[in-house]
């Protein structure tokens, strides 16, 4: 009982790290380490919030451009569920994508002209073209995907890897959030990177671009780094006069705590400052990597924080909701983030993280394949569409220059091998050596998990 | 502090283990303790309550299904004989296929585990009724105790009694001034000043404390901390959450909670308010307010979301902000099926949800208009009110002379009719478009003479009409008609044209003015296809504040038909009339509750065939559109319908009918007098109208649906898959319904109340006392099911109950109880050694030590400093927060108060949703999403980043510093002051050696950098005392921000 009260202690109020093996026998997610040996050790995610076309960047549907404006049948829409936006629209037109697509790489991957840095590394990656939700709009669809549920107030995957793997570097937090500055479109929200009913420090910690990465990290006006530390020193030995009076372990998490904070006062700004990459990383990357906020920015940092053994970071990015003027607004979006994203991948393999970096790209849902609003030969729009879109992979385990599931001639529906978001998180947590249906963790009288009680590794993904 | 406190004897420290390891005896194990969580955790999931999910027709949560005979023929349980169990050979079975639970499951029971369950059945396999499900007694009895001295109240007799079990003593009293700081923050949520805890320090009178805690619960303050807490119940918040997360305004009723808890109203009054106010016998504007408290659940108003879906969501969320916050269970799990572990099944939820699904109210709020969704509370200022019951009674005052006056106009009708050589004209038109071409810029002609032109959109054509050509719609275009309609509810109208539709439309826009339909509440006018039948209404917002009437027959598919709407001004739904071909047509009222503005969203132009996310009139046809700004006489309809009626009608003026008809067109539209007085009665209506637009509304729950709805069980939860309907009901297992009772909220409310509920008293002494601990008697005060922990005090808790129902559900004298108690009194500090035998401190063998809230730590510095604003109430402010926050997630912006908004209490501040005050949530307060009712207390750098430089903690240090040093000159005894201000006693000899030569060395140095001193005494907006030297200043700023960074700052001990 004492060891087990000591580590305990350590585990509630360290930053991770030890986490894993010191947390109560009710807490301990994993008593016996992994469940099985991992092909990947950390992962970065981009979110594409919005919603990116499938149609006009991976799914390329002849078919479909054969037969631009013609009503969507009814055979195909088998009367599920619209959203209110285009649900009430006298027609339903085809919109064929206005983009050229080819074949790329070894592997022939399909991809448009639109992204064409990442045309250059789709022998790196890992398509899924049958990826499908439940939910059609998107503070639910977003919020499935990052927690595993529609309803608000399930952890995070993050916070789930956290809680359950901890960091590899005691002086950052594990997992780390950066979100594009600047940008318009739907809104996203803090719970998304929240720890649910998990222990709170669990929770994504956002790294902003600007002056304080993390908030209040900076000293105030007047109080430079060696006056914080003599401030620190005195606090400290009050807090071990108090110690010795209390007899209060807490007191020692609380002296931890505040040098643990001294060192992420050096350790943030030292990950955030990209000053010191050489010249050769903004030619990968772009000059817009120069520039703090910006996506391409935000995937050097990704790099410099899974370097420094962050376990998961976060991008966001917003802006690809396109029900109007797709073609103007998709260029838009793959502008700013074809490029990074290419970048970070190439630029992992060439340090040899990206063998054991799960990288995830991919939004909460996919688009329609007919017109919301008026179809021209030049414009068009599309609404959400939560029954089959595309996410790609690489990295850790992947299975790279493949191409899984397919959808139907029309991409309406899932005509092969559909892969459920359960699907997706379950071989997550299965490349990270954990078993979707035993990192459960006990509130309110019931065993949660990520997975809900659904979800299958997809092992036709795995390498 | 420099003393230890040796509490205990070593002896009784191996005796405590000794009792410890001995609880493992042979004969059978607890029921409660023991067996039920086994079975719970790892049997009900397939064999419990879930009738769903049952396999091989096996109950285990009752003692009949245990003992039943099996599909297969055998006995889960032979009572006694565990060798004749199935149970017993299914758990220690090896076989994979065999084996209970099922290796799939990954539920693997331990060897001891399988132990208990068989030592279980070798004694009988006895049930018992999980505790909470128990009535609560009408008495419980306290144990009697060897000890006279310690015990203050029964509190102390339970809590020593398990004390001598386990032979341990009681810790001696906290020392005074811990005592007086811990109730302090305990009761209000603030520190005492350091002269009532040097006065009660010196204060030996024997009620000195119990003095103190009636001061303290005395104070409007106690009022704002018992609010705080039941803000995280009630999932208290400033926007609507979701993704747009706009701003509402719910502060009124976080003001009423404080003035209910200010004036100590029992606790089953504020309940039955909090849930049915407004259906009190005698309901007041404060109690219908505090039904707010079901309507605080987060609402979209995300484009393209589902009306119902979203209703049913909120319906639930009370279901279960009930659950948790009243009845402390998880009636969530019964949403999608049968409760797995406690006896709540799905009916049980539907049958709550039914009870509490009485409102007219819509899914979703609006985007387009800031309308409070309904039912909305009118809360008017006094003024409001006098100047409103003015305004209403001139306008009664206009409706009957006008009454009066149109019954006299029989000579003036005689005297115009007689002097009219031609049939009367049908003037005063404000459009008049025949769509007999469309220009080349897509604009239509106005025969009216106004010169106003029609617009077009997604260029509808011309075909053949009624009249010439007719505007030919394809449900995406539209016609629309700037300035020819712009009537509020005050403004009588009639609108007319010819329709023709080829299909039977189940919804389809006719013409409307409002920005779109549920995106904007559908605020405006309309005249739709509801059903293939004409349904107009006037909204301010659908369904609880309109208009509307539909007529009982289909329109005629085909051809084209005349239809014509006519409003009379009045905000009532008698005033609206529907004609079809020239004739009244019979309609049923669908909402009669028109109380507010019709205007708004961003809509204002009368439109034709389409709206903004809504069913356009696809293959349709409309001809001679007639707008006219007054409620024409129903010839006068006729003649639009069939020019000539006038003409026939003059003819045959000495027909009754015919000159009956003229009567009314005279007395519509050519009557001098009448037309002033209506004149009159409209500029009345305008000016109550602008009163009316003045007041603020609250989302508040009242029982005002026109037609009761039936709650059905909904398959997993899903709002589209209804199941068989389900009766108003509360859960039966808990306890019957009252007799009598209505079946609606207040009969809910009286079920929550009757005196023997197991669940009510229970769940809320639970809460106060963990208020008090840190740690609920309970320690899952969100769940006293059978997967919940167990109290350690059982008895205690039962007592506790019975006495607060006793007592007329008193929460003040409850928490005098409480505080009073030897138990509470306790010191903190003890040995190592009863610190890892009882971590938790479940024995309660000494006093409680917990990390404050959030709000405390703030409100703490903010009142240690002297910047503590103390308003009671009123809207929500804006205190320091780093920039961007609310930017990079959604656009808007925050704005910091300027003023004294930075130093409210923190109950006070702004919370948004999405993005929750940071330095709130920091230190684990909730984003107030869903209901809460116990917080996590977690240790993590970033608390410490937000005390050492947060603005709010910088400015509190220098405030705090410049206070000080106004106070006294002696460096100690400016220590001292400081110190005592922050945590509520006397340094030590060492803690003053170390901050006097803190401030010797931070002085020092920052003589040699004064841009720096100068800097840090200017962080924050309160104004530095510039009477100050400013090294001197900022050397004790320095020294303040330590004091305030201490862990025994943001703990209570």
């Known amino acids: 009982m004492n060891a087990i009260t000591r580590r305990a202690l350590l585990a509630r109020f360290g930053l991770g790290g030890i986490a894993l093996r010191a947390l109560l026998d009710e807490e301990r997610p994993l008593p016996d380490g992994l469940h099985h040996a991992p092909r990947a050790r950390r992962v970065v995610w981009m979110f594409q919030s919005g919603g990116p076309s499938q149609l006009d960047l991976f799914d390329p549907k002849p078919e479909l451009v054969r037969r631009n404006g013609e009503d969507l049948p009814a055979s195909v829409r088998m009367g599920q569920r619209l959203t209110a936006m285009s649900g009430n629209q006298a027609r339903l037109p085809l919109a064929g994508s206005i983009f050229r697509f080819a074949q790329h790489g070894d592997c022939g991957a399909w991809v448009s002209e639109l992204l064409p840095n990442l045309t250059r590394i789709v022998d790196r990656l890992c398509f899924v073209k049958s990826l499908h939700t439940e939910a059609i709009n998107h503070d639910p669809a977003i919020t499935f995907f990052q927690t595993g549920s529609q309803i608000a107030g399930r952890p995070s995957i993050g916070s789930w890897l956290d809680w359950g793997l901890g960091s590899d570097n005691h002086d950052l937090p594990a997992y780390v959030v950066l979100v594009t500055k600047g940008k318009g479109g739907q809104p996203i929200y803090a719970r998304l990177w929240g720890p649910g009913?998990?222990?709170?420090?669990?929770?994504?910690?956002?790294?902003?671009?600007?002056?304080?990465?993390?908030?209040?990290?900076?000293?105030?006006?007047?109080?430079?780094?060696?006056?914080?530390?003599?401030?620190?020193?005195?606090?400290?030995t009050l807090h071990e006069f108090a110690r010795d009076a209390e007899g209060d372990p807490a007191i020692d998490a609380r002296i931890a705590q505040y040098e643990l904070a001294f060192r992420m006062q050096s350790s943030v700004p030292e990950v955030t400052d990209l000053r010191d990459e050489p010249a050769s990383t903004f030619a990968l990357y772009g000059d817009d990597a120069r520039t703090p906020g910006t996506y391409a920015a935000n995937c050097l940092l990704a790099r410099r924080l899974l370097e420094r053994g962050v376990r998961f970071v976060q991008l966001f990015h917003r802006d690809w909701d396109h029900h109007g003027n797709l073609p103007g607004g998709i260029r838009s979006e793959c502008a700013q983030t074809d490029r990074g994203s290419a970048a970070l991948v190439v630029d992992l393999a060439r340090r040899g993280l990206l063998e054991d970096t799960l990288v995830v790209w991919g939004g909460e849902f996919g688009r329609t394949n007919y017109s919301q609003g008026k179809l021209t030969p030049q414009d068009y729009g599309r609404d959400h569409h939560p029954r089959c879109f595309t996410y790609w992979l690489a990295g850790g385990?992947?299975?790279?220059?493949?191409?899984?599931?397919?959808?139907?001639?029309?991409?309406?529906?899932v005509a092969s091998d559909p892969v459920h978001v359960h699907d997706l998180h379950a071989t997550v947590l299965h490349l990270l050596g954990i078993d979707h249906e035993r990192l459960t963790y006990r509130f309110q009288g019931r065993r949660y998990r990520l997975t809900d009680v659904h979800g299958r590794v997809v092992r036709e993904l795995l390498a | 502090m420099s003393q230890r406190c040796p509490l205990l004897v070593p002896t009784m420290l191996l005796l405590l283990a000794a009792a410890r390891a001995q609880q493992q005896p042979l004969d059978a194990p607890d029921f409660d303790r023991e067996v039920r969580p086994i079975l719970a955790d790892r049997c009900f999931p397939c064999h419990g309550p879930d009738a769903g999910k049952r396999k091989a027709g096996?109950?285990?949560?009752?003692?009949?299904?245990?003992?039943?005979?099996?599909?297969?023929?055998?006995?889960?349980?032979?009572?006694?004989?565990?060798?004749?169990?199935?149970?017993?050979?299914?758990?220690?079975?090896?076989?994979?296929?065999?084996?209970?639970?099922?290796?799939?499951?990954?539920?693997?029971?331990?060897?001891?585990?399988?132990?208990?369950?068989?030592?279980?059945?070798?004694?009988?396999?006895?049930?018992?009724?999980?505790?909470?499900?128990?009535?609560?007694?009408?008495?419980?009895?306290?144990?009697?105790?060897?000890?006279?001295?310690?015990?203050?109240?029964?509190?102390?007799?339970?809590?020593?009694?398990?004390?001598?079990?386990?032979?341990?003593?009681?810790?001696?009293?906290?020392?005074?001034?811990?005592?007086?700081?811990?109730?302090?923050?305990?009761?209000?949520?603030?520190?005492?000043?350091?002269?009532?805890?040097?006065?009660?320090?010196?204060?030996?009178?024997?009620?000195?404390?119990?003095?103190?805690?009636?001061?303290?619960?005395?104070?409007?303050?106690?009022?704002?901390?018992?609010?705080?807490?039941?803000?995280?119940?009630?999932?208290?918040?400033?926007?609507?959450?979701?993704?747009?997360?706009?701003?509402?305004?719910?502060?009124?009723?976080?003001?009423?909670?404080?003035r209910a808890f200010d004036r100590n109203l029992p606790y089953d009054e504020f309940l039955r308010q909090q849930l049915a106010g407004d259906l009190l016998p005698s309901p007041t504007r404060e109690s219908a307010l505090a039904t707010a408290f079901l309507r605080l659940h987060r609402m979209t108003n995300e484009g393209g979301s589902v009306e119902e879906e979203y209703r049913v969501e909120s319906v639930c969320d009370r279901v279960e902000t009930i659950g948790t916050a009243i009845l402390g269970v998880t009636l969530g799990c019964a949403k999608c099926h049968d409760h797995k572990y406690d006896p709540f099944t799905q009916r049980d939820y539907y049958g709550l949800s039914a009870l509490l699904d009485d409102a007219d109210e819509a899914g979703l709020y609006s985007h387009f208009t800031d309308a409070t969704p309904t039912p909305a509370l009118w809360l008017p200022t006094?003024?409001?009110?006098?100047?409103?019951?003015?305004?209403?009674?001139?306008?009664?005052?206009?409706?009957?002379?006008?009454?009066?006056?149109?019954?006299?106009?029989?000579?003036?009708?005689?005297?115009?009719?007689?002097?009219?050589?031609?049939?009367?004209?049908?003037?005063?038109?404000?459009?008049?478009?025949?769509?007999?071409?469309?220009?080349?810029?897509?604009?239509?002609?106005?025969?009216?003479?106004?010169?106003?032109?029609?617009?077009?959109?997604?260029?509808?054509?011309?075909?053949?009409?009624?009249?010439?050509?007719?505007?030919?719609?394809?449900?995406?275009?539209?016609?629309?008609?700037?300035?020819?309609?712009?009537?509020?509810?005050?403004?009588?109208?009639?609108?007319?044209?010819?329709?023709?539709?080829?299909?039977?439309?189940?919804?389809?826009?006719?013409?409307?003015?409002?920005r779109a339909w549920t995106d904007a509440g559908s605020r405006g006018y309309e005249l739709l296809l509801e059903d293939g039948r004409l349904s107009a209404a006037l909204i301010h917002f659908w369904p609880g504040n309109a208009l509307r009437v539909v007529a009982r027959e289909p329109l005629p598919i085909g051809r084209f038909v005349h239809v014509a709407a006519r409003y009379e001004g009045s905000s009532r739904a008698a005033g609206l009339s529907l004609f079809v071909d020239g004739v009244p047509v019979a309609t049923d009222v669908v909402r009669d509750a028109l109380t507010r503005e019709i205007e708004g969203g961003g809509a204002d132009a009368l439109t034709l065939g389409q709206r903004f996310r809504d069913k356009g009139l696809r293959g349709a046809a409309i001809d001679e559109l007639a707008v006219v700004p007054r409620a024409l006489a129903g010839l006068e309809i006729a003649e639009l319908a069939a020019p000539g009626a006038l003409r026939e009608a003059f003819a045959h003026q000495n027909e009754a009918p015919q000159r009956g008809a003229l009567r009314e067109v005279f007395l519509a539209s050519h009557d001098q007098e009448l037309t002033r007085l209506r004149g009159e009665l409209r500029d009345a209506r305008r000016a109550r109208s602008a009163i009316v637009g003045a007041i603020r509304e609250i989302v508040t729950m009242r029982d005002d649906v026109p037609v009761p709805r039936i709650a059905y069980r909904l398959e997993r939860?899903?709002?589209?898959?209804?199941?068989?309907?389900?009766?108003?009901?509360?859960?039966?297992?808990?306890?019957?319904?009252?007799?009598?009772?209505?079946?609606?909220?207040?009969?809910?409310?009286?079920?929550?109340?009757?005196?023997?509920?197991?669940?009510?008293?229970?769940?809320?002494?639970?809460?106060?006392?963990?208020?008090?601990?840190?740690?609920?008697?309970?320690?899952?005060?969100?769940?006293?099911?059978?997967?919940g922990q167990r109290p350690v005090h059982p008895e205690l808790l039962d007592w506790l109950a019975r006495r607060f129902v006793d007592s007329g559900w008193d929460l003040k004298a409850l928490h005098r109880l409480i505080v009073t108690s030897s138990t509470w009194r306790q010191d903190s500090r003890c040995a190592p050694t009863l610190r890892e035998l009882d971590p938790d401190n479940e024995l309660l063998a000494r006093g409680a030590s917990f990390r404050l809230a959030a709000e405390a730590i703030r409100d703490g510095a903010l009142f240690a400093s002297g910047l503590l604003v103390r308003e009671v109430g009123g809207p929500s402010v804006k205190p320091y927060q780093p920039p961007g926050l609310w930017e990079e997630k959604s656009g808007t912006s925050y704005q910091e108060d300027p003023g004294k908004g930075l130093w409210r209490r923190s109950l006070y501040t702004y919370q948004k949703r999405t993005s929750p005050p940071p330095a709130m949530t920091t230190l684990d307060a909730g984003s107030r999403e869903v209901c809460s009712v116990r917080r996590q207390r977690t240790s993590n750098p970033l608390q410490a980043l937000l005390l050492m430089n947060d603005p709010q903690h910088v400015e509190t240090a220098r405030s705090l510093a410049q206070r000080t040093l106004h106070e006294t000159v002696d460096r100690r005894a400016r220590i001292e002051r400081m110190v005592r201000r922050v945590i509520a006693r006397a340094p030590s000899p060492g803690e003053v050696d170390v901050m006097l030569e803190a401030v010797a060395e931070e002085r020092a140095r920052f003589a040699a950098e004064p841009a720096a001193a100068l800097a840090l005494c200017s962080v924050g907006k309160a104004p530095r005392d510039e009477s100050l030297d400013v090294t001197e200043l900022a050397a004790w700023t320095a020294l303040a921000s330590t004091l305030f960074s201490l862990d025994e700052a943001v703990t209570l001990r």
């Open chain 1, 197 to 236: 009913f998990l222990p709170s420090k669990h929770e994504g910690v956002q790294f902003r671009a600007g002056q304080d990465a993390v908030l209040w990290l900076k000293n105030p006006d007047g109080i430079d780094p060696p006056r914080r530390r003599r401030m620190l020193d005195r606090l400290r």
């Open chain 1, 397 to 413: 385990g992947m299975r790279a220059g493949h191409t899984h599931g397919a959808t139907d001639e029309l991409g309406y529906n």
């Open chain 2, 58 to 258: 096996l109950r285990l949560d009752v003692e009949d299904g245990s003992r039943a005979t099996l599909e297969s023929g055998e006995r889960a349980i032979v009572p006694g004989d565990p060798a004749n169990s199935e149970l017993v050979r299914r758990i220690r079975s090896v076989d994979p296929e065999y084996r209970m639970p099922r290796p799939e499951s990954k539920l693997a029971l331990s060897d001891a585990e399988r132990d208990v369950l068989e030592r279980w059945i070798a004694s009988g396999a006895a049930y018992r009724t999980h505790w909470a499900w128990r009535p609560l007694p009408d008495l419980v009895p306290v144990p009697a105790v060897d000890d006279a001295r310690w015990p203050r109240n029964a509190i102390d007799s339970f809590v020593l009694a398990r004390l001598r079990t386990h032979e341990l003593v009681p810790a001696p009293e906290a020392p005074r001034a811990r005592l007086l700081r811990r109730a302090s923050f305990a009761l209000t949520g603030l520190p005492p000043e350091p002269d009532d805890v040097i006065a009660f320090e010196r204060d030996d009178a024997p009620d000195a404390f119990e003095r103190a805690v009636d001061r303290l619960l005395g104070s409007v303050a106690y009022a704002e901390h018992m609010t705080a807490d039941w803000l995280d119940a009630a999932r208290f918040a400033d926007t609507w959450g979701y993704q747009s997360d706009v701003h509402r305004e719910v502060w009124p009723w976080r003001d009423q909670v404080i």
């Open chain 2, 382 to 514: 006094a003024d409001q009110e006098r100047e409103l019951a003015r305004a209403t009674r001139r306008i009664g005052e206009l409706e009957h002379a006008l009454r009066i006056a149109t019954a006299r106009r029989a000579d003036a009708f005689a005297a115009w009719l007689g002097a009219l050589t031609d049939p009367p004209a049908l003037t005063g038109a404000s459009g008049v478009f025949g769509f007999e071409s469309i220009a080349a810029d897509g604009t239509l002609d106005d025969a009216s003479g106004h010169a106003r032109r029609g617009r077009t959109a997604e260029g509808p054509t011309l075909g053949p009409g009624a009249v010439g050509q007719a505007l030919q719609l394809d449900g995406e275009n539209n016609a629309s008609f700037p300035g020819a309609a712009d009537f509020t509810r005050d403004d009588p109208f009639t609108i007319a044209c010819f329709v023709r539709v080829t299909e039977h439309h189940d919804r389809a826009v006719i013409w409307h003015r409002s």
């Open chain 2, 717 to 787: 939860g899903n709002y589209e898959r209804r199941a068989e309907p389900v009766e108003p009901a509360a859960p039966a297992a808990i306890l019957p319904w009252p007799k009598g009772a209505p079946r609606n909220r207040l009969g809910l409310a009286q079920w929550l109340l009757d005196p023997r509920h197991p669940l009510t008293a229970r769940v809320a002494v639970n809460r106060i006392w963990q208020m008090h601990f840190g740690r609920g008697l309970v320690p899952t005060s969100e769940d006293f099911g059978t997967q």
